[in-house]
Structure formats: structure tokens, C-alpha cells
């Protein structure tokens, strides 16, 4: 799933939650290709460890969910490619231990994220050709009993790359709006090792079971490789959501 070297040469990427995990791998494989990357985190250590790993890369340390967030990355990269990764860490406990906050926290973040961040590239606009690629959950099409509002907030986030692409059609921006949806849970992650220690608890089942017993799975370079192919030549099929899986890259209803 990766693309030919230097596709992206010269292009400016800006990745959200850019610190850690997919977001990080993005960063890197973004780098790989000669973009110019823009790399955005809530915490400037995380940043700064970045910038030692990753020469020429440019940081921007704030929160991707505060009102302000999209016009202060505007003003310092207008993006080819703009991915939105990254989020809260959603509650592991079933819905009958939880307070409204602790259930509502990734509409507040996640959502709250894409819907700031794809607004503004309709209303700059972004040049024609541009692409934006919000990286979903597979939580939002099957569900996640134990993580709250956490699968509603990933859904929205695949309604908001269709609304957005619906708009940018209607308008003829010429920008390509993309929900890319991992399918299963990556224990390489902090996010995915949290849900799997909280799902094995739940289950009362050790956390290698767990994950031995969810089958093949796309790892943060199956993703990161698929949002650069994805930039480079966007899908012909027709549609905004797209699955990502180890058999890997499939359209979605």
C-alpha cells in the first residue's frame, strides 16, 4: 500500500494529532515522499520528539478542537493534503458506569475536530484539487459497547466527509473530502492498546487472546500508506467513505 517515492515532492501536507500513532506514521511517510509537512499536536513534547526523529519536519503545537485551531494552521500552511487524526482517548467501561462527559468526550474532540477543520477548508476554500482525509474507526460502523459515545462520534466523522463532499461538488471547489475507516483495532497504538486492555478486561480473556482472536488486521503503515495513495490518486469509486482492512482498501456504504 505504499506509493512511489517523490509522488508528493514539494506538496504541503498538515496532519492532525501528528505526535503519535497513525498521525505520527503519517508525518513519516509524508516526509518519505518530499512533502512539506506542517506536523499539529495538543503537547509540544511530543512535538519536540518529532523534530529530533524526523529532520525537516515544521510543528505547531495546539488543540485541533478549540474554535480557533483551523485559522491559526490556515495562516501557517494552506495544505494540499490535510488529514485530521488523532483524538480523545474514549472511556473502556460499559455505558452504566459513565457520566455524560466522560461519554460525550470524542463528540467534543473528534468530531468537534473534523467538523472545524472540514468547514474551513470549504469556506477558504482549499485550491481545486486539494484532498482531505479524516481518519474514522471502524467503532463507527460495528459499534463499541464500552467506549461511550465513541462509535457515534466516528460515524459523524464519515457523514462529515460526505456532507463536505457534497458541498464541495454543489460549489465546484474541486476538493476531495475522504473518510478512511480501519477496520480492526491496531494494538500498536496507544489508543488501539488501551481498547484492547479494556475489552480484555471486559471480556475476562488475556489481551493476547484478544487480539489473536481478531483475526488479520491493517497495521498504522497499512493507513498511512493508503492516505498518501489516497492524496496521490484519489479513488475512482464513488463515495467518500473508504475501509481500510489487511485485505486493503475497500469502498463503504
Not at 515544521?58 to 490535510?82: G, I
Not at 457520566?99 to 470524542?106: H, R, S, V, Y
Not at 460549489?171 to 480492526?184: C, K
Request: hydrophobic share 45%; aromatic share 6%.
Amino acid at each position: 500500500m505504499s506509493s512511489e517515492n517523490g509522488l508528493l515532492q514539494g506538496k504541503g501536507v498538515v496532519v492532525l494529532g501528528a505526535s503519535r500513532g497513525v498521525g505520527r506514521e503519517i508525518v513519516r511517510h509524508a516526509l518519505a515522499q518530499g512533502a512539506q509537512v506542517l506536523a499539529v499536536a495538543r503537547r509540544s513534547h511530543g512535538l519536540a520528539d518529532l523534530e529530533k526523529e524526523m529532520r525537516g519536519v515544521d510543528t505547531l503545537a495546539l488543540d485541533a478542537a478549540s474554535e480557533a485551531a483551523p485559522a491559526k494552521v490556515m495562516r501557517k500552511a494552506k495544505p494540499d493534503l490535510l488529514v485530521i487524526c488523532g483524538g480523545a482517548t474514549p472511556p473502556t467501561r460499559p455505558m452504566s458506569e459513565l457520566n455524560w462527559a466522560e461519554f460525550g468526550i470524542n463528540w467534543e474532540v473528534d468530531t468537534k475536530m473534523a467538523f472545524l477543520f472540514c468547514r474551513e477548508a470549504l469556506r477558504l476554500p482549499l485550491a481545486p484539487g486539494s484532498v482531505v482525509v479524516i481518519i474514522s474507526s471502524g467503532a463507527g460502523l460495528g459499534g463499541s459497547p464500552i467506549s461511550g459515545g465513541y462509535a457515534g462520534a466516528k460515524r459523524m466523522q464519515m457523514f462529515i466527509a460526505k456532507y463536505c463532499q457534497a458541498e464541495s461538488d454543489r460549489r465546484e471547489l474541486g476538493i476531495r473530502f475522504v473518510a478512511l475507516v480501519p477496520s480492526r483495532v491496531m494494538p500498536e497504538t496507544g489508543l488501539g492498546q488501551a481498547a484492547v486492555n479494556g475489552y480484555a478486561q471486559y471480556l475476562g480473556v488475556p489481551a493476547e487472546k484478544f487480539i489473536e482472536n481478531m483475526g488479520p488486521r491493517q497495521s498504522p503503515t497499512d493507513v498511512a500508506g493508503a492516505v498518501l495513495d489516497i492524496a496521490i490518486k484519489p479513488p475512482a469509486e464513488p463515495g467518500s467513505i473508504f475501509t481500510i482492512s489487511a485485505g486493503g482498501v475497500a469502498a463503504a456504504s
